[in-house]
T-cell receptor, first 115, second 112 residues
């Protein structure tokens, strides 16, 4: 049973560019959440997708957007990259219908460096 | 506002010694509480979780945690640490629609 997968593993971009990160959830899961983990900090919630809709969003600007596909995989897009966007981006999947408290399973992350 | 505080940024213990990592939370209702571990360059692995019932929760790798409502705490413990336990540990509280709010983490180093 494949766990959560993310691609690419590493990415280098320059300021002002746009980036797309991808996530495939654990088999059977229908909900994908994205987190940003800056160096030396805990992960911060960006947003969550369920049934192809953004269900809730953290305190991130509109430069951060996402999408969920019918097969439950998801993309995170970041426009107009800033140096401060350099971080490890983590995707987590879970069963959305269970609501709060359902275990989230994390992927290995995509490390983004903005120069 | 919901928040999680991990007071210890860095802890060093000797192999075989006992371990306790502290976690305090702020949450308006009955919290869902989690401990995750992150090895270098890796994602997060769930160690254990608390929803309700018995306040002492057993997890994987010999870890346990105790929920104390009166102290708003959910401390993680292990009776005997192994060198492979060296990692970063994150406490988290589950909010609406299962949004996780994490603490800043505690980095554990293990001396042989």
């Amino acid at each position: 049973d494949a766990g959560v997968t993310q691609s690419p593993t590493h990415l280098i971009k320059t300021r002002g560019q746009q980036v797309t990160l991808r996530c495939s959830p654990k088999s059977g899961h229908d909900t994908v959440s994205w987190y940003q983990q800056a160096l030396g900090q805990g992960p911060q919630f960006i947003f969550q997708y369920y049934e192809e809709e953004e269900r809730q969003r953290g305190n991130f600007p509109d430069r951060f957007s996402g999408h969920q596909f019918p097969n439950y995989s998801s993309e995170l897009n970041v426009n107009a990259l800033l140096l401060g966007d350099s971080a490890l981006y983590l995707c987590a999947s879970s069963l959305g219908v269970q609501g709060a408290g359902e275990t989230q399973y994390f992927g290995p992350g995509t490390r983004l460096l903005v120069l | 506002a919901q928040s999680v505080t991990q007071p210890d940024i860095h802890i060093t213990v000797s192999e075989g010694a006992s371990l306790e990592l502290r976690c305090n939370y702020s949450y308006g209702a009955t919290p869902y509480l989690f401990w995750y571990v992150q090895s270098p360059g890796q994602g997060l692995q769930l160690l254990l979780k608390y929803f309700s019932g018995d306040t002492l929760v057993q997890g994987i790798k010999g870890f346990e945690a105790e929920f104390k409502r009166s102290q708003s705490s959910f401390n993680l413990r292990k009776p005997s640490v192994h060198w492979s336990d060296a990692a970063e540990y994150f406490c988290a509280v589950g909010g609406g629609y299962n949004k996780l709010i994490f603490g800043a983490g505690t980095r554990l180093a293990v001396h042989p």
